[in-house]
């Protein structure tokens, strides 16, 4: 059954509530090993980083939409997310200082992604990118989860998988009603970019992050799947036929070609 679609208005009053929920017990000790931590350090320092964002560009793109719509209401429940995805990269900031590690400043994949973002005004492609970057982090953190037997990042993985799929929602809904206004040809333009995108951005992340996924028993194959059907649960949605999935040509391709399976992995 799916989910009833929610307004704006709907969007700030979850977003209200769920501010203040506090699932994690800070009075917990981190107990991550050496061992556990080596594989996942680097991939835990980039994305929270990249969860610290200001959210500046999706403010200026959700201003230009929201006024273009009349719905000012929608930059309001933006801003809240954007709050909440701040609260994600402040916890694993915290957890970090806990354990005696860096918080670093710089990354190539959050500088990367950040230069993109500024250039970008489109709510469109707002969306798009960040449906797919949610997406990968439900696997990511869900990997971060299982890496470690430290009951503290047990908890702060946990609530923020437990933030994760109603951000996908509130992203998907925006895609499908800017997607819905679109002509025939602009809908089958528009849909294999979305697919195009999503993928392509999926297999970025697999690499610069393998060693984490890896360490949650995710390996490349599994990884692809999970995606898929990420995918076909958020923007397939939007279109009534069947397009050949990357993720499994990709499996074809690897299983065909077992040295190129090796190197990926």
Not at 107 to 126: A, I, P, Q
Not at 210 to 228: D, Q, S, T
Request: glycine share 4%.
């Amino acid at each position: 059954m799916e989910k009833k679609r929610r307004n704006s208005l709907e969007w700030i009053s979850y977003f209200t509530t769920n501010s203040q929920q506090h699932r994690v017990d800070w009075n917990l000790k981190p107990t991550i090993t050496s061992r556990e931590l080596q594989p996942i350090l680097q991939s835990l320092q980039a994305w929270q980083l990249g969860e610290t964002s200001e959210g500046k560009n999706l403010i200026r793109a959700s201003t230009i939409h929201a006024k273009k719509i009349g719905d000012l209401n929608y930059l309001n429940a933006v801003e809240l997310f954007i709050k909440e995805e701040q609260k994600h990269g402040n916890n694993l900031g915290r957890y970090l200082d806990s354990i005696n590690e860096k918080r670093i400043k710089r990354d190539w994949g959050d500088s990367l992604f950040r230069k993109v973002r500024y250039f970008n005004t489109s709510m469109e492609l707002w969306t798009l990118a960040v449906i797919t970057v949610e997406s990968t982090a439900q696997i990511f953190y869900q990997c971060l989860k299982d890496a470690s037997d430290c009951a503290l990042l047990k908890q702060i993985c946990t609530d923020i998988l437990i933030d994760e799929a109603p951000h996908i929602q509130f992203q998907q809904e925006r895609l499908e009603i800017i997607f819905s206004e679109k002509s025939f040809w602009q809908k089958q333009v528009s849909f294999f970019f979305y697919h195009f995108f999503f993928f392509s951005t999926s297999l970025v992340v697999w690499f610069a992050h393998r060693k984490l996924f890896k360490a949650g028993n995710v390996n490349f194959i599994k990884y692809f799947v999970k995606m898929e059907s990420k995918y076909q649960k958020t923007i397939g949605r939007l279109y009534p036929f069947h397009i050949p999935s990357l993720a499994r040509i990709i499996y074809h391709f690897l299983f065909l070609n077992r040295t190129v399976f090796k190197r990926v992995n």
